[in-house]
């Protein structure tokens, strides 16, 4: 019987499992939904147990429809910055902060004055500033590691704890271009003790604990890999893996990565690297996008005028849409107006001339990241909301000079299993 390679996406509102062959084809998929996290305010956690029984439940819908007893290789990706506290058994001493947790103020400024600026480590949502935030609290005293969302579950697949991914550990510290936990972290306070052990994305971690295996229905020969964030596992999903290969997410924000052969860091427009094995996968983000469309058009507006857009007759309108005033990327200015004048009488040529905004934003973008050091662009995958817009596809082409495609898969969880696969990022 062929192998199945079987990728788990640990999502914000549930838990996807896909499963695929050699040949990277899909053979079954599965889901299941996760409660909302608890919030209050800028703390926004979840109780880790809630990720493993929706994961057990994925993994037994996906056992009706494929043979789970094929499964040779589980890889699980998680919302990047997601962080908890565990002991040396892997039980929770903490609930997990999530992706979006923003109550660590007071230690995002402490990191701010220590840390250099290029790290992932900056900002009150990092996992650095949780782990501090966490530390500052911390009651239990058998404290062992402090593990990402997908550190966790793939450990307790494995019964293995303290071992991450270079993917996840970038927000918490990790140092990408040397491949090690930068002598800095010493001045921040974390104690190394609880600091995971990294390992490339895809490479093998353990093979599946016996207990854990009978209870799944997965065989005992299953190896373990080492994982990495929902957002690089999306990447991968869109089968990007050349140098200058691209993927722009088109939803309420315009966030594009690009795959590059050095990092760019420029930590001021909010622009850092993952590495991909040998390869790196530099993004950014700009305000402009669906917010920016929205402040001017109901989606039902837009849906009826897209059939009247004329993208080989452009209206020259010179706009840059954002929602508010600020922008991160490609231009660094949290003060940035929105410049959408002169506005035309029609309403048609007024959406079109904002989509064709977005497109120059976006053209900035890719032209910034190659200032900054990426390979000239080679091809742009779409994927969200904005993707399934075809005249908006053609707007982007004209706009960008190469070609621009929709994503026929975007789903993590088909990321993952991909990697699974390979063994190793592309």
Request: charged share 20%.
């Amino acid at each position: 019987m062929a192998d199945l390679f079987l990728g788990i996406d640990i999502g914000t509102g549930g838990v996807r499992a896909c499963a695929i062959d050699a040949r990277a084809e899909i053979q079954g998929t599965a889901a299941a939904s996760l409660p909302p996290p608890r919030q209050q305010g800028d703390a926004i956690d979840q109780e880790p147990e809630l990720w493993w029984q929706a994961m057990v439940t994925a993994i037994g819908k996906l056992g009706q429809a494929v043979d789970l007893g094929r499964v040779t290789r589980i890889l699980v990706d998680g919302t990047s910055g997601t962080l908890l506290l565990i002991d040396a058994e892997g039980r929770p001493r903490s609930p997990g902060l999530m992706y979006n947790d923003a109550r660590s103020v007071a230690e995002a400024a402490r990191i701010a004055k220590i840390v250099p600026a290029e790290s992932g480590a900056h900002g009150r949502s990092s996992a650095l500033a949780k782990l501090l935030h966490l530390l500052d609290q911390a009651e239990a005293t058998d404290l062992r590691h402090a593990v990402h969302q997908a550190d966790w579950i793939a450990g307790r697949l494995a019964a293995q704890h303290g071992i991450s991914d270079e993917n996840n550990a970038l927000k918490l510290g990790y140092d990408p271009v040397t491949r090690r936990w930068p002598a800095w972290l010493d001045h921040v306070g974390v104690p190394r003790a609880l600091l995971p052990k990294v390992l490339v994305p895809g490479t093998s971690l353990a093979t599946i604990d016996p207990a854990v295996a009978r209870s799944l229905g997965l065989p005992p020969s299953a190896e373990i890999a080492a994982g990495t964030t929902d957002g690089v596992a999306s990447f991968l999903a869109t089968g990007a893996d050349q140098p200058g290969d691209a993927v722009t997410s088109l939803g309420t924000t315009l966030v594009l990565k690009q795959l590059a052969t050095q990092p760019i860091f420029a930590a001021d427009q909010g622009v850092y690297s993952h590495r991909l094995g040998e390869r790196w996968l530099a993004g950014g983000a700009s305000n402009t996008g669906g917010a920016a469309l929205l402040a001017h058009f109901t989606a039902d507006e837009m849906d009826r005028l897209t059939p009247q857009l004329t993208p080989a007759e452009p209206t020259g309108l010179d706009y840059y849409p954002l929602p508010k005033p600020g922008e991160r990327f490609p231009i660094a200015d949290p003060y940035l107006a929105a410049r959408i004048t002169p506005r035309p009488a029609e309403p048609v040529r007024f959406f079109q001339g904002l989509l064709e905004g977005i497109a120059a934003v976006e053209a900035l973008a890719y032209q910034r990241l190659a200032l900054l050091g990426a390979h000239p662009l080679r091809r742009v995958i779409s994927i969200g909301g904005g993707a399934k817009n075809a005249p908006w596809t053609d707007i982007r082409r004209r706009t960008l000079g190469v070609p621009v495609t929709t994503a026929e898969q975007t789903e993590a969880s088909y990321g993952a299993a991909l990697l699974a696969l390979h063994g190793s990022p592309p």
